[in-house]
Protein backbone atom coordinates (compact mmCIF):
# COMPACT_ATOMS: atom_id res chain seq x y z
CA UNK A 1 0.00 0.00 0.00
CA UNK A 2 0.55 3.54 -0.13
CA UNK A 3 2.95 4.83 2.52
CA UNK A 4 2.17 8.24 4.49
CA UNK A 5 5.18 10.51 5.14
CA UNK A 6 5.59 13.54 6.49
CA UNK A 7 4.73 16.77 3.80
CA UNK A 8 8.00 18.50 3.62
CA UNK A 9 7.03 21.81 2.11
CA UNK A 10 9.41 21.85 -0.79
CA UNK A 11 10.59 25.99 -1.96
CA UNK A 12 12.01 26.46 -5.92
CA UNK A 13 14.09 30.30 -6.62
CA UNK A 14 16.42 31.03 -9.33
CA UNK A 15 20.01 31.42 -8.52
CA UNK A 16 20.41 34.76 -7.11
CA UNK A 17 17.05 35.82 -5.97
CA UNK A 18 16.26 35.38 -1.82
CA UNK A 19 14.68 32.61 -0.40
CA UNK A 20 12.53 32.92 3.28
CA UNK A 21 11.67 29.98 4.52
CA UNK A 22 8.98 29.60 7.30
CA UNK A 23 9.13 27.76 10.34
CA UNK A 24 6.29 27.64 13.39
CA UNK A 25 7.51 26.15 16.78
CA UNK A 26 5.56 24.66 19.26
CA UNK A 27 6.55 26.26 22.35
CA UNK A 28 5.90 29.53 24.00
CA UNK A 29 8.31 28.37 26.74
CA UNK A 30 11.66 28.05 23.93
CA UNK A 31 14.08 30.52 24.47
CA UNK A 32 16.93 29.13 22.16
CA UNK A 33 16.66 28.34 18.08
CA UNK A 34 18.80 27.15 15.70
CA UNK A 35 18.15 26.64 11.86
CA UNK A 36 20.17 23.72 10.32
CA UNK A 37 20.84 22.60 6.72
CA UNK A 38 21.06 19.28 5.62
CA UNK A 39 22.23 17.86 2.10
CA UNK A 40 21.41 14.59 0.87
CA UNK A 41 23.69 11.91 2.60
CA UNK A 42 24.53 13.86 5.21
CA UNK A 43 23.80 15.00 8.87
CA UNK A 44 22.55 18.37 10.06
CA UNK A 45 24.65 21.33 9.96
CA UNK A 46 24.60 24.04 11.91
CA UNK A 47 23.69 27.42 10.17
CA UNK A 48 22.50 30.06 12.58
CA UNK A 49 20.83 30.70 16.12
CA UNK A 50 19.08 33.23 17.84
CA UNK A 51 17.74 33.79 21.50
CA UNK A 52 14.34 34.62 22.66
CA UNK A 53 15.32 38.69 23.59
CA UNK A 54 16.21 38.85 20.08
CA UNK A 55 13.85 39.46 17.21
CA UNK A 56 16.98 39.59 14.70
CA UNK A 57 19.93 37.79 13.84
CA UNK A 58 22.43 38.48 10.57
CA UNK A 59 25.48 35.70 9.41
CA UNK A 60 26.50 35.88 6.34
CA UNK A 61 24.42 35.38 3.41
CA UNK A 62 21.81 34.74 6.19
CA UNK A 63 18.86 36.19 8.39
CA UNK A 64 17.03 34.47 11.04
CA UNK A 65 13.63 36.57 12.24
CA UNK A 66 12.43 35.52 15.22
CA UNK A 67 8.15 36.75 16.01
CA UNK A 68 7.19 35.47 20.02
CA UNK A 69 4.14 36.64 19.11
CA UNK A 70 2.92 34.34 17.02
CA UNK A 71 5.69 31.76 17.71
CA UNK A 72 7.42 32.08 14.36
CA UNK A 73 10.64 31.78 12.66
CA UNK A 74 12.07 32.83 9.29
CA UNK A 75 15.38 32.09 7.52
CA UNK A 76 15.90 34.74 5.43
CA UNK A 77 18.76 33.46 2.90
CA UNK A 78 20.29 36.41 0.36
CA UNK A 79 21.30 35.76 -3.10
CA UNK A 80 20.57 32.36 -3.23
CA UNK A 81 23.07 29.59 -4.88
CA UNK A 82 23.11 25.92 -6.02
CA UNK A 83 24.77 24.89 -3.05
CA UNK A 84 21.75 26.29 -0.68
CA UNK A 85 19.82 23.70 -1.92
CA UNK A 86 19.53 21.07 0.76
CA UNK A 87 16.08 20.63 3.79
CA UNK A 88 16.19 22.90 6.46
CA UNK A 89 15.25 22.63 9.66
CA UNK A 90 14.25 24.68 13.03
CA UNK A 91 15.02 23.38 15.85
CA UNK A 92 13.81 24.84 19.91
CA UNK A 93 15.24 24.18 22.74
CA UNK A 94 12.32 23.78 24.93
CA UNK A 95 13.47 22.64 28.45
CA UNK A 96 15.64 24.04 30.45
CA UNK A 97 17.90 21.27 29.31
CA UNK A 98 20.42 21.39 26.36
CA UNK A 99 17.59 19.32 23.83
CA UNK A 100 16.66 20.51 20.75
CA UNK A 101 13.47 19.01 18.74
CA UNK A 102 13.58 19.82 15.59
CA UNK A 103 10.33 21.07 12.86
CA UNK A 104 9.49 18.86 9.86
CA UNK A 105 12.07 21.15 7.42
CA UNK A 106 11.55 22.75 4.11
CA UNK A 107 13.43 21.47 1.04
CA UNK A 108 15.06 24.22 -1.31
CA UNK A 109 15.64 23.94 -4.40
CA UNK A 110 18.09 26.30 -6.48
CA UNK A 111 16.96 26.35 -9.80
CA UNK A 112 20.83 27.29 -12.13
CA UNK B 1 38.89 18.03 13.98
CA UNK B 2 37.46 15.07 12.58
CA UNK B 3 34.12 15.74 14.09
CA UNK B 4 31.37 13.25 15.23
CA UNK B 5 32.10 9.36 13.89
CA UNK B 6 29.39 7.10 13.37
CA UNK B 7 29.70 3.48 12.40
CA UNK B 8 28.89 2.24 10.32
CA UNK B 9 27.31 3.74 7.65
CA UNK B 10 24.84 1.50 6.50
CA UNK B 11 23.55 -1.75 8.29
CA UNK B 12 21.63 -3.81 6.91
CA UNK B 13 20.23 -7.02 9.43
CA UNK B 14 17.34 -9.51 8.94
CA UNK B 15 14.53 -8.76 11.41
CA UNK B 16 14.69 -10.36 14.68
CA UNK B 17 18.97 -9.79 15.15
CA UNK B 18 20.77 -7.42 17.23
CA UNK B 19 22.29 -4.48 15.51
CA UNK B 20 24.62 -2.05 17.66
CA UNK B 21 25.18 1.57 16.32
CA UNK B 22 28.43 3.42 17.69
CA UNK B 23 29.28 6.62 18.48
CA UNK B 24 32.58 8.71 18.57
CA UNK B 25 31.62 12.18 19.73
CA UNK B 26 34.25 15.04 19.28
CA UNK B 27 36.65 15.52 21.69
CA UNK B 28 36.07 17.65 25.17
CA UNK B 29 32.03 17.60 24.24
CA UNK B 30 29.91 16.70 27.45
CA UNK B 31 26.71 16.16 25.88
CA UNK B 32 26.21 13.57 23.48
CA UNK B 33 22.71 12.86 21.36
CA UNK B 34 21.17 10.08 19.44
CA UNK B 35 18.04 11.35 16.96
CA UNK B 36 16.38 9.10 14.39
CA UNK B 37 15.57 10.64 10.60
CA UNK B 38 12.10 9.10 8.87
CA UNK B 39 9.83 10.52 6.38
CA UNK B 40 7.16 9.04 8.47
CA UNK B 41 8.03 11.16 11.60
CA UNK B 42 11.21 13.48 10.99
CA UNK B 43 13.83 13.72 13.33
CA UNK B 44 13.49 12.49 17.09
CA UNK B 45 15.30 12.53 19.67
CA UNK B 46 15.87 9.17 21.18
CA UNK B 47 18.34 9.63 24.11
CA UNK B 48 21.10 12.20 25.44
CA UNK B 49 24.00 12.21 27.79
CA UNK B 50 25.96 15.02 29.77
CA UNK B 51 28.65 14.08 31.01
CA UNK B 52 28.07 10.13 30.05
CA UNK B 53 24.94 9.95 31.77
CA UNK B 54 21.29 9.59 30.76
CA UNK B 55 19.57 12.68 31.29
CA UNK B 56 16.46 11.79 28.94
CA UNK B 57 15.53 8.65 27.29
CA UNK B 58 11.61 9.19 27.04
CA UNK B 59 11.99 9.21 22.99
CA UNK B 60 13.34 6.15 23.18
CA UNK B 61 10.47 4.06 21.02
CA UNK B 62 10.17 0.72 23.52
CA UNK B 63 12.76 -2.02 26.02
CA UNK B 64 14.26 -3.33 22.32
CA UNK B 65 15.95 -0.09 22.08
CA UNK B 66 19.28 0.96 24.64
CA UNK B 67 21.86 3.09 24.70
CA UNK B 68 25.24 3.55 26.82
CA UNK B 69 27.76 5.63 27.03
CA UNK B 70 30.72 3.92 29.17
CA UNK B 71 32.54 6.91 28.84
CA UNK B 72 33.04 10.30 27.18
CA UNK B 73 34.69 9.19 24.05
CA UNK B 74 32.30 6.43 23.36
CA UNK B 75 28.68 5.61 23.05
CA UNK B 76 26.71 2.52 21.27
CA UNK B 77 22.51 2.68 20.21
CA UNK B 78 21.40 -1.13 20.63
CA UNK B 79 18.52 -2.50 19.09
CA UNK B 80 17.64 -5.87 19.96
CA UNK B 81 15.60 -7.74 18.45
CA UNK B 82 15.14 -5.12 15.43
CA UNK B 83 12.06 -4.77 13.78
CA UNK B 84 11.53 -3.59 9.56
CA UNK B 85 9.58 -0.98 10.88
CA UNK B 86 13.07 0.24 13.25
CA UNK B 87 14.44 0.86 9.54
CA UNK B 88 15.66 4.59 9.44
CA UNK B 89 18.86 6.60 9.47
CA UNK B 90 20.21 7.54 13.03
CA UNK B 91 22.34 10.25 14.05
CA UNK B 92 24.35 11.00 16.29
CA UNK B 93 25.16 14.71 17.50
CA UNK B 94 27.58 16.29 20.42
CA UNK B 95 27.51 19.75 21.69
CA UNK B 96 29.50 21.60 24.82
CA UNK B 97 26.94 22.56 27.05
CA UNK B 98 27.32 25.58 29.11
CA UNK B 99 29.58 26.68 26.52
CA UNK B 100 28.04 26.64 22.81
CA UNK B 101 24.61 24.97 22.33
CA UNK B 102 25.03 24.22 18.95
CA UNK B 103 25.69 20.15 17.98
CA UNK B 104 27.77 18.89 15.54
CA UNK B 105 25.82 15.92 14.03
CA UNK B 106 27.78 12.97 12.67
CA UNK B 107 27.09 11.37 8.78
CA UNK B 108 24.26 9.42 10.03
CA UNK B 109 24.19 4.87 10.26
CA UNK B 110 21.52 3.55 7.52
CA UNK B 111 19.58 0.77 9.04
CA UNK B 112 17.65 -1.15 7.09
CA UNK B 113 15.68 -4.04 8.91
CA UNK B 114 14.44 -6.79 6.43
Known amino acids: GESVGLHLPTLSVQEGDNSIINCAYS??????FIWYKQESGKGPQFIID?????DKRQGQRVTVLLNKTVKHLSLQIAATQPGDSAVYFC???????????FGTGTSLTVIP | DAGVIQSPRHEVTEMGQEVTLRCKPI?????LFWYRQTMMRGLELLIYFNNNVPIDDSGMPEDRFSAKMPNASFSTLKIQPSEPRDSAVYFC????????????FGSGTRLTVV
Open chain 1, 91 to 101: AENKDTGNQFY
Open chain 1, 27 to 32: NSASDY
Open chain 2, 27 to 31: SGHNS
Open chain 2, 93 to 104: ASSLFGVSYGYT
Open chain 1, 50 to 54: IRSNM
